[in-house]
């Protein structure tokens, strides 16, 4: 069996790398590329590194040409994928979403954060979140998953240990993160012009208002068991892939670092897509370039009491597309790998 | 009168930014350029950027080279500069100390953090911290100046309004800052290899263990007038200038971003060298790039009832170089701008 | 007497460099900033950079606005300067055009390589082509400049030594060039987005179809006496400022490299802005960047009869706006160096 | 049957891509990781993107060590690998050697050059030279093969239609070279410090002085069937990875740039790791990152009656481990493109 796939905005950059990773799927292959900007264009032109290695062409994204896909992946901007996702769901197909529009649980909190009425409330009940390594056995028998947001992945993942093995205060918690340029997506703006961006370094949406903190908070408050608060800073580096998190965190009681990675490896003991660094080594983002990996690094700081957590991955990844695809591998019974351990990472 | 000045560690590159500066101001001249690794060459071979502007030829800061100086400006590994104090102000100079053995005023944290006996500890007593924006009158009169580190300035300039209005609380501060890759000097490392580098973000010397944060501790605790222990957390950045610094303050009572921007701007009122952005408006780094200036903006998230304030500077010109000479500037009686205002910002 | 300046088009990444240099220019004074995007707003909020160094509000740059200004310059999209340009001589105001419409003699050329009618022929014939280096006695008594493009004052700055001697061929002449992305503009487009420019070379517009070719040609054509075809290979690097360009010549006879670099030396001998390096040493972008320099670096190839000519400048400023200024002064009977020689290179 | 790898130099950049790349392959294993600097340390220590995909520790590449491998890789300083071949090619190993001692076939061509006397001049006989596209049958049945560099790679494969076909003058011939900083390796030094090297541009070794000059040399008088001289300028471009040419030729008579596509396609056709570009695309380096791909586009320009051939490879890739394993796959009679087709190229 061949799963067979398509993808509605495959010409953007999570899109894109959708199609490079999938290209290299044993058990899928891509049979439409929906674009809005290219139809009827080859993919391989408009993105000259697939020469030869793929043989698309890019279409309208309609229910119609997606009725016979076994798996949908959405790459939209906000709000269009909540008007596709019925008829694909009723045409029999599942729905992986890159986008926002099947991540929050709450509506209320969705319509506030993203200023848009939701059309299919029904269905954000129905969704998971697709994090697979917090909530793995409800992503297999879904039929409609929320790919997680980029800095959301690197968040929750840092954070996850501590708050389940209830070592660090609710309160307080701070997701200092550092992205590269490429999670701003293809289109153009001034914010992504090279020389606005390169040779510079900028915060931007802080003080709580960038979309990914109700969806960080909703996660920390399931591991926690009550609702969670924190402070989200995002923050553009001049580089094109990869998110590091620095995650500050108040200990109840004192520990030392090699405690913490202990727990961190009991935890993430079996993903083959976690890293937990050993003591005293942190990870960058380069070291998981171009992968599905995250790594994790941490160290307690005795004069605060505080545990700090770097969490690193590569957004258009780990952030996007290879999740999205370690989400179809549960979807689809196959191994969790199947298909993501043959590019990366690739240093330096 | 034109201040005779001499400059060890001249082939650096705080020391040749020193140089750079120095070449434009109206009142100084460098007459020694004292180098370990360069002697008897010229600056302009070494460093081509400088042909046709410098005529400087490069040799020993002996204390016998430097006696005919009315300043010294000493840009040396640690250690080095407290040994070569004495001679200097012997001999009737002034000593600016770009690095770190006059920062401190406590013998005992000098000692613990920088791991080496101090061989001079009256001076260290003597020296004045040149962070003018907070001590400018005791420079005023100073023999003796501890230039401040390139962190400590960015951090310990967006805390001050906050902690002398006594707005925020004095615990739980946390400093989460990024550097340009010029702040590691010159010297030749895998650290500061490009291809580590380039496209790629780390966090290093987290969790209470850089050398910066007693010197940030100690100039926050003067404007707080009690001890204040801080979380400070440094990022390497992939471009060359440029430190950002995220401030994270609680705030002990309601305020909105209008009134704290408020607070700064009569705090900062006649400083020529700090520009407070207005609300809604954050600073980067390319926008003080090459320049004295430190931009300060902030906002206030009334979700965790945090302020966050966002300060950059170039590591090399407030961070070091230009505010050796505004100190300068301050000792010998002249406009504190002088020289200052020409070169920049350069944008983009 | 200050010079009342007039830019029209002061957004862009040119005009913002008029303003940054003019702002130090002891001389001159910008009393009207054009602006088709911006009418109405502060300077200060487009590019914070100059925050508390320009106090300037964007408005149309009328001829009616423009009425009282001693010096206009026009950086405005190919075509727009032709219909603005009458209106400010006769208003009695110089006018220095750092777009293309009155770079080339040739009306034909113009109209081919730019497709568009020239509508002001005989305005064409007037101007002067605003090379310092070799038209300086020109543009002194000029009421029309127009100013170099960035690659030609590169190239022809390369090649002027070697043509005006006859030491080399004609035919067969090379530049292989190489320019950071802010010649591009401020525009955005996909070519300039970071993600795409980032970690990635290209050329573009090759095989003689780069609009800058007939003007560098135009120019070696003076020099040599007589038509000379040029092959011109535009770069991309992925760097904001600089270009280098590398020029092939094929030597009549034998020559050594030190007899070609005093060549140079006595053919630009009291030149302000041209540094030739000595024989052995070769000059690299970043070693003008932010200044009005053009160095220029050469070796010959015995095996193959040739020699290299490597020349450098900072597209924005030697490139742009520096050069531009730099007629200002001439036109103005001001020592040319007025105002340009505070930025210094800022390296690194 | 998996092969057994050893690898003299797997801690340099080359070795690593080699280590990176083999981990994918599913007929080989690395048995042997030599180093000389990380002796007894996890290669995933030193290089932590390896962390769980690669479990080896480094050890000396000594003979011994070497004894039972199918296939020895070296990435070593000239010179080293000319002591270490005859040990190997004894105990019945092949030697892929990625350093320069068995490019060459003249041996006074080599001790010119590289200045130093090669030791095992018969071995340099029998060495067959890397190229697969050009030398694919020889290197079936050797031994011992030349990897060849970076450089030649791209210029060779932009070169071989055009002289094949006899269609350009092998008089004139030019390469003007750009490089990412990877292919000076993993070594510090200050040609390769990052504040050195961003937002730089420089070129280096010029005007016939570069290593690689013989080596494009030979291989151009192999197709050419006579002594080709050529001028090869290397640049050094702020990116980690990629090399693109540029290559002017001038043609016998006049070609359309399509009747040379054309000639290129045919050239070429079956070629797994050459893309020929359509007429009107020109390749950029990132298009073949992390890839085994060589691009190549081009254009006539008939003003000069030159054609311009623009190649592009990943230099670690394509350039260096890449072609190396391709030459591996040739020699143990498996599909050429095994275990490299897997990795990328990866864009943006």
């Known amino acids: 069996m061949t799963i067979r796939v398509g993808i509605a905005g495959a010409t953007g950059y999570t899109g894109v790398e959708l199609v490079r990773l999938l290209a290299q799927h044993p058990e899928a292959e891509v049979v439409v590329a929906g674009t809005e900007s290219y139809q009827g264009q080859h993919l391989a032109a408009v993105y000259p590194h697939l020469r030869e290695r793929v043989d698309l062409v890019g279409r309208e994204a309609s229910p119609e040409a997606l009725a016979g896909c076994d798996v949908v992946f959405t790459s939209l901007p906000h709000g269009l994928t909540m008007a596709l996702a019925p008829a694909v769901l009723a045409a029999g197909g599942r729905l992986i979403d890159l986008g926002a529009d099947f991540r929050l649980r709450d509506v209320t909190a969705y319509e506030q954060w993203y200023r848009k009425t939701h059309?299919?409330?029904?269905?954000?009940?129905?969704?998971?979140?697709?994090?697979?390594?917090?909530?793995?056995?409800r992503i297999r028998g879904a039929r409609l998953v929320g790919n997680p947001g980029c800095y959301p992945t690197a968040c929750a993942l840092a954070a996850a240990p501590l708050l389940q093995a209830g070592v660090v205060e609710t309160e307080g918690i701070i997701f200092d993160a550092k992205s590269g340029v490429s999670g701003a997506g293809r289109g153009v703006n001034l914010g992504v012009h090279f020389s606005e961006v390169n040779e510079n370094f900028k915060a931007y949406n802080i003080a709580g208002t960038h979309r990914h903190t109700p969806e960080i908070e909703q996660t920390l408050s399931d591991l926690a068991g009550r609702p969670v608060v924190v402070s989200f800073t995002p923050h553009?580096?001049?580089?094109?892939?990869?998110?590091?998190?620095?995650?500050?965190?108040?200990?109840?009681?004192?520990?030392?670092?090699?405690?913490?990675?202990?727990?961190?490896?009991?935890?993430?003991?079996?993903?083959?897509?976690?890293?937990?660094?050993?003591?005293?080594?942190l990870p960058t983002t380069k070291q998981v370039w171009g992968s599905n990996y995250c790594d994790i690094g941490l160290q307690v700081d005795p004069r605060t009491r505080r545990v700090l957590v770097i969490s690193v991955i590569d957004n258009l990844v780990k952030g996007a597309a290879g999740q999205a695809i370690q989400?179809?591998?549960?979807?689809?019974?196959?191994?969790?790998?199947?298909?993501?351990?043959?590019?990366?990472?690739?240093?330096?």
């Open 119 to 137: 059309t299919a409330p029904d269905l954000m009940e129905e969704a998971v979140y697709g994090l697979p390594e917090l909530y793995r056995e």
């Open 236 to 281: 553009l580096v001049p580089m094109t892939r990869g998110i590091l998190a620095t995650g500050y965190f108040t200990l109840k009681a004192e520990r030392t670092t090699e405690q913490l990675v202990d727990l961190f490896r009991e935890f993430y003991a079996g993903e083959p897509f976690v890293r937990v660094r050993p003591a005293g080594e």
């Open 327 to 348: 989400n179809m591998n549960l979807l689809f019974g196959l191994p969790e790998t199947t298909g993501l351990l043959n590019a990366g990472p690739v240093y330096p």
